[in-house]
């Protein structure tokens, strides 16, 4: 079992930055790829990032492509979510999770692991 807790979050200006951080535990029970994902009011869990621990680019929803970085420190089996230029629409509960595969990282369905979230709140 893989145990992901979230940290980051808060109140920014939009054109403001946040780092977000994941940590996991457990990878040695088959952690292949993390991701982030983002849920607001009202809205289905949508996908933001993805990134292998091992080799391979990441993968970005179009909507924050440019604004936002996903990297991983495989020595403290962390992963981060940096994100620049915020927008008022990028206010969501950000969630990371953790694949045992690369197949279906864009949807919610290929993840078996999640954290309990982090509240991101960006004001216009």
């Known amino acids: 079992q893989v145990q992901l807790v979230e940290s980051g979050g808060g109140l920014v200006q939009a054109g403001g930055s946040l780092r977000l951080s994941c940590a996991a535990s457990?990878?040695?029970?088959?952690?292949?790829?993390m991701g982030w994902f983002r849920q607001a009011p009202g809205n289905e869990r949508e996908f933001v990032a993805a990134?292998?621990?091992?080799?391979?680019?990441?993968y970005y929803a179009d909507s924050v492509k440019g604004r936002f970085t996903i990297s991983r420190d495989n020595a403290k089996s962390t992963v981060y979510l940096q994100m620049n230029s915020l927008k008022p629409e990028d206010t969501a509960v950000y969630y990371c999770?953790?694949?045992?595969?690369?197949?279906?990282?864009?949807?919610?369905?290929?993840?078996?692991?999640w954290g309990q979230g982090t509240q991101v709140t960006v004001s216009s």
């Open positions: 990134i292998r621990w091992s080799f391979g680019n990441p």
């Open positions: 457990g990878r040695a029970f088959g952690s292949y790829a």
């Open positions: 999770a953790s694949a045992n595969t690369w197949r279906e990282v864009t949807t919610a369905r290929g993840f078996d692991y």
